[in-house]
């Protein structure tokens, strides 16, 4: 079984410019949650998904980060504009639903912001 | 809110040797679940072991083990028999199970372990 795919890997950007990331979660998980890990630090929740709808975006900085779960499967993830303290790596995870704990995530993008 | 700690910024231990991995956390809450992910310089988090919070049987995977303390609010990781692919980042983590409301996962700051051939 694939796991959480996420693209791309790396992404070096200008400040002031556009980014997205994409986030395909394991097949049949309905959860889908985007992190935000600074460096030296432990991830942090950006916003959760179930199915389509965003239930918790109250870390989510809403005047330049958007996301998007259209049919309720893979997940985009947007900066515009991007800062230089938006350097971190971003990292996807999905889990079956809400009464299964576990978390399994992606390898994550790294973005550096110059 | 909760918070996680983890006071072990750096660990190291020999191959083949058992190292403990402390974790500890502040909650309010009575039913809760503990996690163990790993992280390798890939960057990818990878889960090593849960516990449940009711369970007074501490979680046992393999070589990985844990020591959950719950009055104490304490929740070590024991990995025995070391590897040199043990190597990594350590991050303890939190999740609210009463609370559907409630369900991001809480880190500590990681140890980053070290496996000395």
């Known amino acids: 079984e694939a796991g959480v795919v996420q693209s791309p890997r790396y992404k070096i950007i200008e400040k002031k410019q556009p980014v997205a990331f994409w986030c395909n979660p394991i097949?049949?998980?309905?959860?889908l949650y985007w992190y935000r890990q600074n460096l030296g630090q432990g991830p942090e929740l950006l916003i959760r998904?179930?199915?389509?709808?965003?239930?918790?975006d109250s870390q989510l900085p809403k005047d330049r980060f958007s996301a998007e779960r259209l049919k309720g499967v893979d997940s985009t993830l947007k900066i515009q504009p991007a800062e230089l303290g938006d350097s971190a790596v971003y990292l996807c995870?999905?889990?079956?639903?809400?009464?299964?704990?576990?978390?399994?995530f992606g390898p994550g993008t790294r973005l550096t912001v110059t | 809110a909760q918070t996680v700690t983890q006071s072990q910024p750096e660990m190291s231990v020999q191959e083949a040797e058992t190292v403990t991995l402390s974790c500890t956390y502040d909650?309010?809450?009575?039913?809760?679940?503990l996690f163990w992910y790993k992280q390798p310089p890939s960057r990818q988090m990878i889960l090593v072991i849960r516990?449940?919070?009711?369970?007074?049987q501490n979680a046992t995977e393999n070589r990985f083990s844990v020591n959950f303390q719950k009055a104490a609010k304490s929740f070590s990781l024991k990995i025995s028999d070391s590897q040199l692919g043990d190597a990594a980042m350590y991050f303890c983590?939190?999740?609210?199970?009463?609370?559907?409301?409630?369900?991001?996962?809480?880190f500590g700051t990681g140890t980053r372990l070290t496996i000395i051939p």
């Open positions: 995870a999905s889990s079956l639903g809400r009464t299964t704990p576990e978390q399994y």
């Open positions: 097949s049949g998980h309905n959860t």
């Open positions: 998904y179930e199915n389509e709808e965003a239930v918790d």
């Open positions: 909650t309010s809450e009575s039913d809760y679940y």
């Open positions: 516990q449940e919070a009711y369970k007074q």
């Open positions: 983590a939190y999740r609210s199970a009463g609370n559907f409301g409630n369900e991001k996962l809480t």
